[in-house]
């Protein structure tokens, strides 16, 4: 909750808008420094995702539509769990309704499965953002837990899916915190259609309709495949059609070189990206760096199709450290990613991904990877077919798996040694060095220990081609 | 938030004097519905009340006077749900045995709304000054050995309770068995309101 104060200095600066494309292009244009959203972010966000129009005056009439629905649905589809009045008191008194009964028609039975999903749904509450004091009080978990029932009970052929708390807490965090409690005597004429978009009585309201345009978007990434069962992401469900394709597709355009690395090492593209997509990274990136990138994301495509690109973008920029590491490396990498320094925060991944999708070709993507380590890949064309058959990606697999020393050699890796500026020279040299040790030492039989020592070396050198 | 209805269930006397809860009311007791057991005592041994934890994680036991492997058991336990404070003890201390002057009594001394107790194996419901008292009898159909007239058997019983607020809203189970033999479960409800002048006793014992 902000004071009235404090909020009507943010509300002066945004009253310079006068579209959601200025506010967006500043939005895109200041991610280095601060967020023009930064105090207002409840606002902007409903802006971008329901609000159709820029004008103050228009907002009133979609506002109270949106919060009617949810006190509408809330009363429908909670009422009877708060109240107790599901209709097992109704009907003909000597032959009552049956509490242990089964079948679908038996009330108590569907207050059983309510009181499941909402079961299930704390579970995960309890567990959400265990950092953060806010997501530990009741009274935000009962917030959260609403609105999320609500959603699940609409959408009751997907029913609830982990990874969607993870989507209504931070809404949750901004539109709370920047609710603003005014007096109506005090406040200026057009301060009125800020006070009314950020009304502290709506906190939960607006936070499912906020939830609800998101997930309208993400929705598919949740979904299970056709032929799939309920334990495991098996068949073709969505958000695996997604992970393939930005690796096979987008990755490889991009770049080729990265791609098959990738597929040769085996890593299935999905072990990483469902928990990047579905979280819509909120796992990826601290919370105060995660807004802002939100921020660009919702300004720009409340689509989300841009979140395909944001993924390669992030590719992209530990793409060296990827080229060199082996399996467990490479996954424990992208499952722990770095943590993105001043000036390059993650909301700059939105500005790549805007220009990865404007040009989804090499120079594309070798711009990009230029762009944060100085370094160009080494050019396709240098895999002239006589050194690098197109049948040759299983002969390097086999070769890099079997002798990380020999790879070294090898004419891509040759190729980009040559291209390493002179100050991770040394870097590279110890790299090498390290993989020689590991290679020799699994002659000596000490080849588990050492390749451990290794990793540990490896994992702590500082990422210094983020800087 | 798990169920909210409570089963109040007692004098079940496995394996001395019955075999085993009746399969039907072990189908209706699965797993996931119940709340909190309220059991009144004379399990009486391990794997009855290993089943009972099944049925409800939170269960609350009192002792019976044949419950003799548990001594640590307490002799009554009370509960609150909604605004009713809900007490129970198995009735083998209450003297005489199911008196409803002597049961008003503990019910005072408990300072509860509800008592719910057991030992006689037959069913019971009243109110009395205001408050509700329970019998859920015997959920295996043991044999008692208190009075009973010529022919008359104790039916399996047990009782969900399911409170809202000051009203509790009872539910009887009886398995009954037809000249035939075939069993079947019967539900009877009974509502009780808190603060409400006491209607006329109804006694639900059959």
Same mark, same amino acid.
């Given at each position: 909750?902000?004071?009235?104060?404090?909020?009507?200095?943010?509300?002066?600066?945004?009253?310079?808008?006068?579209?959601?494309?200025?506010?967006?292009?500043?939005?895109?244009?200041?991610?280095?420094?601060?967020?023009?959203?930064?105090?207002?972010?409840?606002?902007?966000?409903?802006?971008?995702?329901?609000?159709?129009?820029?004008?103050?005056?228009?907002?009133?009439?979609?506002?109270?539509?949106?919060?009617?629905?949810?006190?509408?649905?809330?009363?429908?589809?909670?009422?009877?769990?708060?109240?107790? =009045?599901?209709?097992?008191?109704?009907?003909?008194?000597?032959?009552?309704?049956?509490?242990?009964?089964?079948?679908?028609? =038996?009330?108590?039975?569907?207050?059983?499965?309510?009181?499941?999903?909402?079961?299930?749904?704390?579970q995960d509450l309890e567990r959400c953002m265990p950092d953060h004091d806010y997501f530990r009080s009741e009274k935000v978990q009962k917030q959260m837990l609403d609105v999320l029932f609500v959603y699940c009970k609409l959408n009751a052929d997907m029913g609830y899916r982990q990874g969607m708390h993870e989507i209504v807490a931070p809404i949750l965090w901004v539109v709370d915190n920047d609710a603003v409690q005014a007096d109506f005597e005090e406040i200026l004429e057009n301060e009125k259609?800020?006070?009314?978009?950020?009304?502290?009585?709506?906190?939960?309201?607006?936070?499912?309709?906020?939830?609800?345009?998101?997930?309208?978007?993400?929705?598919?990434?949740?979904?299970?495949?056709?032929?799939?069962?309920?334990?495991?992401?098996?068949?073709?469900?969505?958000?695996?059609?997604?992970?393939?394709?930005?690796?096979?597709?987008?990755?490889?355009?991009?770049? !080729?070189?990265?791609?098959?690395?990738?597929?040769?090492?085996?890593?299935?593209?999905?072990?990483?990206?469902?928990?990047?997509?579905?979280?819509?990274?909120?796992?990826?990136?601290?919370?105060?760096?995660?807004?802002?990138?939100?921020?660009?994301?919702?300004?720009?495509?409340?689509?989300?199709?841009?979140?395909?690109?944001?993924?390669?973008?992030?590719?992209?920029?530990?793409?060296?450290?990827?080229?060199?590491?082996?399996?467990?490396?490479?996954?424990?990498?992208?499952?722990?990613?770095?943590?993105?320094?001043? !000036?390059?925060?993650?909301?700059?991944?939105?500005?790549?991904?805007?220009?990865?999708? =404007?040009?989804?070709?090499?120079?594309?993507?070798?711009?990009?990877?230029?762009?944060? /380590?100085?370094?160009? !890949?080494?050019?396709? !064309?240098?895999?002239?077919?006589?050194?690098?058959?197109?049948?040759?990606?299983?002969?390097?697999?086999?070769?890099?798996?079997?002798?990380?020393?020999?790879?070294?050699?090898?004419?891509?890796?040759?190729?980009?040694?040559?291209?390493?500026? /002179?100050?991770?020279?040394?870097?590279?040299?110890?790299?090498?060095?390290?993989?020689?040790?590991?290679?020799?030492?699994?002659?000596?039989?000490?080849?588990?220990?050492?390749?451990?020592?290794?990793?540990?070396?490896?994992?702590?050198?500082?990422?210094? =081609?983020?800087? | 938030?798990?169920?909210? +209805?409570?089963?109040?269930?007692?004098? +079940?006397?496995?394996?001395?004097?019955?075999?085993?809860?009746?399969?039907?009311?072990?189908?209706?007791?699965?797993?996931?519905?119940?709340? #909190?057991?309220?059991?009144?005592?004379?399990?009486?041994?391990?794997?009855?009340?290993?089943?009972?934890?099944?049925?409800?994680?939170?269960?609350?036991?009192?002792?019976?006077?044949?419950?003799?492997?548990?001594?640590? +058991?307490?002799?009554?336990?009370?509960?609150?749900?909604?605004?009713?404070?809900?007490?129970?003890?198995?009735?083998?201390?209450?003297?005489? #045995?199911?008196?409803?002057?002597?049961?008003?009594?503990?019910?005072? #001394?408990?300072?509860?709304?509800?008592?719910?107790?057991?030992?006689?194996?037959?069913?019971?419901?009243?109110? +009395?000054?205001?408050?509700?008292?329970?019998?859920?009898?015997?959920?295996?159909?043991?044999?008692?050995?208190?009075?009973?007239?010529?022919?008359?058997?104790?039916?399996?019983?047990?009782?969900?309770?399911?409170?809202?607020?000051?009203?509790?809203?009872?539910?009887?189970? #009886?398995?009954?068995?037809?000249?035939?033999?075939?069993?079947?479960?019967?539900?009877?409800?009974?509502?009780?309101?808190?603060?409400?002048?006491?209607?006329?006793?109804?006694?639900?014992?059959?």
């Amino acid at each position: 909750m902000r004071s009235l104060q404090e909020s009507r200095q943010r509300w002066k600066e945004f009253n310079a808008y006068n579209s959601k494309d200025s506010l967006k292009d500043d939005i895109l244009r200041k991610q280095l420094t601060s967020s023009p959203c930064d105090g207002i972010r409840s606002l902007c966000w409903k802006l971008f995702l329901y609000l159709p129009d820029f004008a103050p005056p228009t907002w009133s009439p979609v506002l109270s539509s949106s919060r009617d629905v949810f006190t509408t649905l809330r009363a429908k589809l909670l009422g009877p769990l708060e109240t107790g =009045n599901i209709g097992i008191y109704d009907g003909d008194p000597d032959h009552p309704i049956d509490p242990l009964a089964e079948g679908p028609s =038996n009330p108590w039975s569907k207050l059983r499965k309510d009181e499941e999903l909402r079961r299930e749904i704390i579970q995960d509450l309890e567990r959400c953002m265990p950092d953060h004091d806010y997501f530990r009080s009741e009274k935000v978990q009962k917030q959260m837990l609403d609105v999320l029932f609500v959603y699940c009970k609409l959408n009751a052929d997907m029913g609830y899916r982990q990874g969607m708390h993870e989507i209504v807490a931070p809404i949750l965090w901004v539109v709370d915190n920047d609710a603003v409690q005014a007096d109506f005597e005090e406040i200026l004429e057009n301060e009125k259609y800020m006070l009314e978009a950020l009304d502290p009585a709506y906190v939960e309201h607006d936070t499912f309709s906020l939830f609800q345009a998101v997930m309208h978007s993400a929705r598919p990434w949740y979904e299970l495949g056709e032929d799939s069962d309920d334990i495991g992401e098996k068949g073709n469900s969505p958000i695996v059609e997604k992970s393939r394709m930005i690796h096979e597709d987008l990755l490889m355009a991009v770049d !080729p070189q990265l791609a098959r690395h990738l597929k040769e090492l085996e890593v299935l593209p999905q072990v990483f990206l469902i928990r990047w997509i579905r979280l819509l990274f909120g796992r990826e990136f601290p919370f105060d760096q995660l807004l802002v990138l939100w921020d660009s994301l919702f300004a720009e495509d409340p689509d989300f199709t841009l979140v395909d690109y944001i993924c390669v973008a992030m590719l992209l920029r530990i793409r060296w450290e990827l080229l060199e590491f082996d399996y467990s490396m490479t996954l424990t990498l992208l499952l722990r990613y770095p943590q993105p320094k001043h !000036p390059n925060l993650p909301a700059t991944f939105v500005s790549d991904a805007i220009y990865l999708r =404007n040009h989804l070709d090499l120079s594309g993507g070798a711009y990009i990877i230029s762009k944060y /380590s100085n370094r160009t !890949p080494a050019p396709v !064309p240098m895999l002239s077919p006589a050194q690098s058959p197109p049948t040759s990606p299983s002969r390097r697999g086999i070769r890099s798996s079997d002798s990380p020393v020999r790879r070294t050699m090898s004419p891509i890796a040759g190729q980009t040694a040559r291209t390493i500026p /002179s100050s991770s020279g040394l870097d590279r040299l110890v790299n090498d060095l390290a993989k020689g040790v590991v290679g020799r030492s699994k002659g000596w039989g000490l080849g588990k220990p050492i390749e451990r020592l290794m990793e540990e070396l490896q994992w702590n050198k500082p990422f210094e =081609n983020e800087k | 938030m798990t169920s909210r +209805l409570v089963l109040a269930i007692g004098d +079940l006397h496995i394996p001395d004097r019955a075999a085993a809860i009746p399969a039907k009311f072990r189908k209706l007791l699965a797993p996931g519905k119940i709340g #909190q057991i309220l059991c009144l005592g004379n399990l009486t041994d391990k794997e009855t009340y290993d089943f009972l934890r099944s049925v409800a994680p939170d269960l609350q036991i009192v002792k019976g006077e044949f419950d003799v492997e548990a001594a640590n +058991l307490p002799l009554s336990k009370v509960v609150t749900h909604g605004s009713l404070r809900i007490g129970f003890t198995h009735g083998h201390t209450i003297i005489p #045995q199911g008196d409803s002057d002597s049961l008003l009594i503990a019910a005072r #001394q408990m300072d509860v709304d509800v008592l719910v107790w057991g030992g006689t194996h037959r069913f019971e419901a009243y109110e +009395l000054e205001g408050k509700l008292f329970v019998n859920p009898g015997t959920a295996t159909g043991a044999i008692s050995s208190g009075w009973w007239a010529e022919g008359e058997e104790p039916i399996p019983s047990f009782c969900l309770m399911d409170v809202q607020g000051s009203v509790l809203v009872l539910y009887v189970y #009886q398995l009954r068995t037809d000249e035939k033999g075939a069993e079947s479960v019967s539900v009877e409800k009974v509502t009780f309101r808190k603060e409400l002048p006491a209607p006329p006793i109804t006694d639900k014992a059959i």
